[in-house]
């Protein structure tokens, strides 16, 4: 077992009605809010004007509205300005976990000094950040339990990570009503992201049983509910459910004590929603089997093969069959929940496959001995074709 360091200070208010709680937890962090969000869905389930009148008597409240999927670091320039031009004392994100991610760089930009995309991209430090608080609405990429985010800048292809122990939230309110509404396509995409994160850790050279039981049983949790909300998609538990895996998923905990991993899928994904701004969740599952098939070796045959059996109760006479199955297993079920599983079916055709595949062999690191299985920038053509 490796050794670690873990730390979680963010509160998590989990639950019916807890927003109702967002006075009394600002109140003692500030009163000057930047409130961040995406597009109309917070005003069509009447989360905006709920949070309005909550806020209303006690704070001052400057809005920040349109950040998008894939954050663009236009927004994170938005909101240093408004945060500076403000005196903003805390950041108030209400929404996805791409809105949540947009406020993350926005807080570690606006008290640290130095270019914005070179303190989002570690070329200079993160010496502090704003508060933040969030209100999240969406159940897949773990941002309000977790220390990072990811931000895109579309000029240049470049879709980055941002992880720095100032950025958790001080506090998560999370009402798992408002995913009622999500559509069917965001909830399952959400679904395959959380899923991911957790065989981006389960993938590693040096698991414990203890965690490996812990995440086989978050994976079979995801699948046994997300059948549940698609035909019941007001079903309050399997909805919960969902989300409070999502939220663990991505916050470390899934990995105690084990070798790191180096998310390979991850770093071949961003380079797809960098390019070309498909949904994180569907480009992973997209690329998560034909990364599976590529890596299955002498080396891999063992761990994959207990994931089939684990997981979706595959037992073939040898691991290379169970593997083998495991494999299909995960894009059958992928494809059974209506996710598109071929970048062809998402607009994506050969000509930026060598382009993309150097891109992320200059910028992701994924031939570092550390990584589980090392891929060369040949490797990842390679499963960008197969993906077609």
């Not at 954050?71 to 320039?77: D, E, H, I, Q």
């Not at 089939?308 to 037992?315: A, D, E, K, L, P």
């Not at 062999?361 to 589980?372: F, H, K, R, T």
Request: glycine share 8%; net charge negative; hydrophobic share 40%.
């Amino acid at each position: 077992m490796q050794n670690f360091e873990y730390c979680t200070p963010t509160k998590m208010i989990f639950g019916k009605g807890v927003v109702e709680k967002l006075p009394e937890v600002l109140a003692p962090i500030g009163t000057k809010i930047l409130m961040t969000y995406g597009g109309g869905s917070i005003k069509k389930s009447g989360l905006y004007d709920t949070v309005k009148k909550l806020l209303a008597d006690k704070f001052e409240v400057t809005e920040l509205s349109g950040i998008e999927p894939n954050p663009k670091y236009s927004s994170v320039l938005e909101g240093i300005r408004l945060c500076r031009e403000n005196n903003i004392e805390v950041i108030l994100a209400v929404g996805g976990g791409s809105v949540l991610d947009c406020s993350k760089a926005i807080a570690g930009c606006t008290l640290s000094e130095g270019d914005p995309w070179d303190i989002i991209t570690s070329k200079a430090p993160t010496t502090n950040a704003l508060p933040i608080v969030d209100i999240i609405t969406m159940a897949a990429t773990g941002s309000e339990y977790d220390f990072g985010g990811v931000i895109s800048r579309p000029e240049t292809n470049d879709k980055v990570g941002y992880m720095n122990e100032h950025l958790f939230p001080k506090c998560s309110l999370i009402d798992p009503t408002y995913t009622f509404t999500v559509p069917r396509n965001q909830t399952v995409a959400g679904v395959a992201d959380a899923m991911n994160h957790i065989l981006e850790t389960y993938f590693n050279s040096d698991p414990n049983f203890l965690m490996d039981g812990i995440m086989e049983t978050a994976i079979k949790s995801l699948i046994k509910n997300v059948r549940i909300v698609l035909e019941e998609p007001e079903n309050y538990d399997a909805r919960a459910e969902i989300f409070l895996n999502c939220s663990l998923a991505c916050n470390g905990i899934y990995g105690l004590g084990e070798a790191p991993s180096g998310w390979p899928m991850h770093g071949i994904e961003h380079a797809l929603s960098a390019y070309y701004d498909i949904t994180h969740g569907v480009g992973l599952a997209i690329i998560t089997p034909r990364w599976l098939r590529h890596i299955l070796n002498e080396k891999t045959v063992g761990r994959i093969a207990q994931y089939g059996r684990n997981v979706f109760g595959i037992n073939e006479k040898s691991d290379t069959e169970t593997a083998e199955k495991a494999i299909s297993a995960t894009y059958d079920l992928y494809e059974s929940i209506g996710i598109p599983m071929h970048l062809r079916d998402v607009g994506i055709d050969e000509i930026r496959i060598s382009e993309m595949a150097h891109h992320i062999a200059i910028n992701e690191g994924l031939n570092q001995p550390d990584v589980y299985a090392p891929l060369t920038e040949k490797d990842i053509e390679e499963i960008f074709t197969a993906s077609l």
